[in-house]
């Protein structure tokens, strides 16, 4: 496979790819490393590559002459190829992209930048842009040949053993797991047993369980969603026999016993019909409506929500309620949709929060305008970590939960403010937002 850089600083890659496995590489013909220096396209004396950026700022910008000269005379030379531009606004290098250019064998040419950027029509001759992270370097000769590094390593012959590469951390989409040699006790830190029994089959299961733990605490962005649904005891139904048993034994012991977690302060939610505003300001007791009850349950269970209370004190609308989620918690609904019945399965009609859990909880409720006992959601989210209560966050149907028993609440979250002044969200939309605001990816903060 053919690398070809194109760079100010040759010297710079040729001292790079002169060591190690990348130099074993070339040395087997396996690898091909050139470079092309765009100062070789100027015309004047002082060979200069770049300019003032048009508008002004900051910095120098590469001239696109030399370097779409460079370019040209690297297609020349590999008409193949791949034109790379290293670039801190590409898409992002992830494992996937390495082996996608290992396994296609085509060459790459690495267009590398210097000072404050290229030219934007620089890009008319190029394929993709690439960065390798949310950061700015000196140059894209680093960059560049992290890439080519990173590819190398899939091309056979040059680790020795492609199973290395296969192994490595991001093949299989998590980190890789611990790994040990000689001698056995070393200052009292010990290898694990397992790895030393000879049983692969156990091994292989600790390496897995290792490597899983790595990821969920480190990287749990790179867990597919139905691993993290696993890990908290929900098994897909496609998932294979094997990789089911796996899983469902990770959700059901290794989430406490391994990673001990800490766990956070009971979240309730409640939706208020009385007493509220109508339109006009008069109190009133609001209607049920089913809407409110499916999509804020799921809400709810998304956001593993203990207990969603549907609060009214007519008899007659509570009838309504218990008919509504009777039919998905005890009847054909069940059967029907089990996902539905399964966020249904929280919602209640009466709150026994303290009877349950034998504490207080604080009352939080929410509202579009600013009251004394305000608080923001880095405060409640706070509240929420600490554990020490559980917490009953109310939302309000109509136009509002009536100003007088407001106040008697504990806390009243901050409005829910957008790109504008307007602000009349419905408690469907407002329950989602908050409840992400609260609770989002709360589950990795556990750790």
């Given at each position: 496979m053919r690398f070809l850089f194109i760079t100010l600083f040759p010297e710079q890659i040729e001292q790079a790819v002169s060591h190690s496995i990348i130099?074993?590489?070339?040395?087997?013909?396996?690898?091909?490393?050139?470079c092309i220096n765009p100062r070789e396209f100027t015309t004047d004396k002082h060979r200069t590559v770049d300019d003032t950026p048009f508008g002004g700022g900051a910095g120098m910008v590469l001239k696109p002459?030399?370097?779409?000269?460079?370019?040209?005379?690297?297609?020349?030379?590999?008409?193949?190829?791949?034109?790379?531009?290293?670039?801190?606004?590409?898409?992002?290098?992830?494992?996937?992209?390495?082996?996608?250019?290992?396994?296609?064998?085509?060459?790459?040419?690495?267009?590398?930048?210097?000072?404050?950027?290229?030219?934007?029509?620089?890009?008319?001759?190029?394929d993709?842009?690439?960065?390798?992270?949310?950061?700015?370097?000196?140059?894209?000769?680093?960059?560049?040949?992290?890439?080519?590094?990173?590819?190398?390593?899939?091309?056979?012959?040059?680790?020795?053993?492609?199973?290395?590469?296969?192994?490595?951390?991001?093949?299989?989409?998590?980190?890789?797991?611990?790994?040990?040699?000689?001698?056995?006790?070393f200052e009292g830190l010990v290898v694990?047993?397992?790895?030393?029994?000879?049983?692969?089959?156990?091994?292989?299961?600790?390496?897995?369980?290792?490597s899983l733990k790595a990821t969920y605490r480190l990287r749990p962005d790179l867990l597919p969603q139905e691993v993290i649904d696993a890990?908290?005891?929900?098994?897909?139904?496609?998932?294979?026999?094997?990789?089911?048993?796996?899983?469902?034994?990770?959700?059901?012991?290794?989430?406490?016993?391994?990673?001990?977690?800490?766990?956070?302060?009971?979240?309730?939610?409640?939706?208020?019909?009385?007493p509220i505003y109508n339109k006009r300001m008069h109190v009133i007791a609001g209607a049920v409506t089913n809407f409110d009850i499916h999509d804020i349950s799921r809400t709810c269970r998304t956001y593993d929500v203990k207990r969603y209370y549907i609060i009214h004190p007519l008899d007659v609308q509570r009838d309504i309620i218990k008919k509504i989620i009777g039919y998905w918690q005890d009847g054909y609904g069940r059967t029907y949709n089990p996902d539905r019945s399964n966020a249904l399965d929280i919602v209640c009609w009466q709150a026994d929060i303290e009877a349950q859990t034998g504490k207080r909880p604080y009352i939080v409720t929410t509202?579009?305008?600013?009251y004394p006992n305000t608080v923001s959601y880095g405060f409640m989210r706070k509240q929420l970590k600490e554990g020490d209560r559980p917490i009953l966050l109310l939302f309000g149907t109509g136009f509002g939960i009536e100003a007088e028993t407001m106040s008697k609440f504990d806390y009243i979250l901050e409005p829910i403010y957008g790109a504008c002044d307007y602000n009349h969200l419905c408690v469907r939309s407002a329950a989602a937002i908050i409840l992400d605001r609260l609770a989002g990816e709360a589950w990795w903060e556990k750790l």
């Open positions: 130099k074993r590489g070339i040395d087997k013909g396996l690898i091909e490393v050139s002459e030399p370097m779409v000269a460079a370019i040209r005379k690297a297609k020349e030379a590999l008409p193949n190829a791949r034109v790379i531009a290293m670039c801190p606004g590409g898409r992002t290098l992830k494992q996937s992209i390495v082996e996608e250019y290992a396994h296609c064998g085509q060459d790459i040419i690495f267009v590398c930048g210097h000072y404050e950027g290229f030219d934007e029509r620089i890009f008319n001759w190029v993709e842009k690439l960065s390798i992270g949310d950061y700015v370097l000196t140059g894209g000769e680093m960059p560049a040949l992290i890439i080519m590094d990173a590819v190398c390593r899939f091309i056979p012959g040059v680790l020795g053993k492609l199973v290395s590469a296969e192994e490595d951390s991001f093949s299989t989409g998590m980190l890789e797991y611990p790994q040990y040699t000689r001698p056995v006790d694990p047993e397992v790895l030393r029994n000879g049983n692969h089959a156990l091994i292989n299961r600790w390496r897995r369980k290792k890990i908290h005891g929900k098994v897909p139904r496609d998932m294979k026999k094997d990789e089911k048993k796996f899983y469902a034994e990770v959700g059901k012991n290794w989430l406490k016993k391994i990673l001990k977690v800490n766990k956070m302060a009971e979240l309730y939610v409640g939706l208020v019909h009385y509202d579009a305008r600013i």
